[in-house]
């Protein structure tokens, strides 16, 4: 209680902003996060209840919560099976959570994939006739994050029934409370049999046009995103295959990614909603956030709902190629002073992004200097210097640099180093980098030893932890 008090007071003496209203300044109508559910699965009904808290402080309005392969379907247990220690396996609260988020102004749309990607990838492994083609005209080979498996062919009629009725419980009997769906279309693999291949988005809108209309039918208002790989015409990134042209019904929101479905101009007008999502919160660093924030108010779009993943899965299979990782927990952003049920989004690296996203999510054009001097004065307290913000945003970049989905920056993770080292990927003019880096965290954890507020010894206790990773053994590897 005392903590919640002394939060509150200086929530309100930190934030020189607060007076104006933040939902009218933002040229952005959706506000929120893109968040891996179903790849965190150590996190209890409390932690995400924490989580959908930190969304709303950061002026957020929306929150896509994937949960494809994340519930415990009762029609197909295959899709879950690989993920029983998913507490919502365990002990489906997601109906509840989304009460929490509504109780919190937060809509929730929940996330999956047609055809592919978690717990759908999980029904070929019981149907292997089911799996798609690849462009090699053989069937897929397995894939996946955390949850791998096989995408299925869209025009066999079997793995339409599937996962009509997969949504269909998800949307229906586990959820009917969420707000509608974010049917994230695949951006690793299409079908390229005979059936589908030029016509694969046309398969896939056969699903995604029946979902929408039947959650229309229960909920007329309910928001149903999509790619714009149905409507657009127009080479779709990474297939070598063209998107469908079927006519656009407004009621549909759109979904726009750098990597995997290009800004529209005639099909955002066109939206009611058009968000753009990148992974600038997740891998990057506020500078990132301000230019994504631009980009998207430059391109007229409704919503900016980039990335915040973390994962807290135990690796099967080699992530990213590194058969190291295998049997091991993610840890997110390698802040393993974390336990593995302590929900990450409160950690400083996380909570500069979070700022940098609830500042320039709400103007894209504020000044970085001015973004600065707030997250100084909020972290550290009203005395903070330019200085002192630096160092917040040298930490941050620490935890930035490099970072990949599934693996740390190396600068705080002595074993990727270790294995960059075995791998030849370690150069020189690497190393050279490297130690330039942290000797700016060097520099961070001795000027504030003598930390006079909670802010300031956070930032020192975590600069401290970054260095201590590099002593002796370790420090070796990063030798001339
Ligand atoms: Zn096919």
């Not at 990597?259 to 753009?276: G, M, Y």
Request: net charge neutral.
């Amino acid at each position: 209680m005392k903590l919640g008090i002394l939060l509150m007071v200086s929530a309100l003496t930190a934030a020189p902003s607060r007076a104006e209203d933040p939902q009218r300044e933002s040229p952005f109508a959706e506000r929120g996060y893109y968040i891996t559910f179903m790849r965190m699965p150590t996190y209890k009904l409390d932690d995400w209840k924490r989580i959908v808290d930190d969304i709303h402080d950061d002026g957020g309005n929306l929150l896509l919560l994937w949960v494809g392969g994340g519930f415990r379907s009762k029609k197909f247990p295959v899709t879950w099976k690989s993920n029983q220690e998913h507490e919502n396996v365990r002990h489906d609260f997601v109906r509840d959570l989304i009460d929490h988020a509504h109780s919190r102004g937060i809509k929730v749309l929940l996330s999956f994939t047609p055809f592919g990607y978690d717990g759908v990838n999980q029904y070929p492994l019981d149907r292997p006739e089911l799996r798609a083609i690849a462009r090699d005209g053989k069937p897929v080979r397995k894939f996946g994050i955390g949850c791998w498996g096989y995408n299925l062919c869209p025009s066999r009629p079997e793995s339409r029934r599937f996962m009509i009725e997969y949504a269909r419980e998800m949307a229906f009997d586990f959820y009917p409370n969420a707000d509608g769906l974010m049917i994230e279309s695949s951006d690793y693999a299409i079908c390229h049999c005979q059936d589908c291949g030029a016509r694969f988005f046309e398969r896939e809108f056969e699903f995604v046009k029946q979902i929408s209309q039947e959650v229309w039918a229960k909920k007329p208002e309910a928001t149903v995103v999509v790619y714009p790989h149905y409507f657009s015409g127009t080479e779709v990134p990474g297939f070598g295959v063209r998107a469908a042209k079927q006519a656009f019904d407004p009621r549909w929101g759109l979904f726009f990614t750098p990597h995997s479905a290009h800004l529209d101009a005639s099909l955002i007008r066109q939206a009611r909603a058009s968000l753009w999502s990148d992974d600038s919160p997740a891998l990057r660093r506020p500078q990132n956030i301000k230019a994504a924030a631009q980009r998207a108010k430059q391109a007229g779009v409704t919503g900016y709902v980039p990335s915040l993943e973390t994962f807290s899965f135990i690796a099967t299979e080699a992530e990213e190629g590194q058969a190291r990782l295998i049997g091991k927990r993610q840890v997110p952003l390698g802040m393993t002073w974390l336990s593995k049920d302590h929900q990450p989004y409160d950690e400083l690296p996380l909570k500069i992004n979070r700022i940098a996203y609830r500042e320039f999510s709400r103007n894209p054009d504020l000044p970085f200097d001015q973004f600065r001097h707030r997250l100084g004065r909020e972290i550290l307290g009203e005395n903070a210097t330019t200085e002192d913000a630096d160092d917040l945003l040298n930490l941050q970049a620490t935890f930035a640099e490099e970072r990949t989905w599934c693996q740390p920056s190396p600068l705080v993770s002595p074993e990727r180093i270790r294995a960059m080292n075995e791998q030849g990927l370690l150069s020189p003019a690497k190393k050279a980098r490297y130690r330039a880096s942290l000797d700016r965290i060097r520099a961070v954890e001795r000027r504030h030893r003598a930390a006079k507020s909670s802010g300031e010894r956070e930032l020192h206790r975590i600069a401290k932890w970054v260095v201590d990773q590099w002593q002796n053994e370790t420090q070796e590897l990063l030798a001339p």
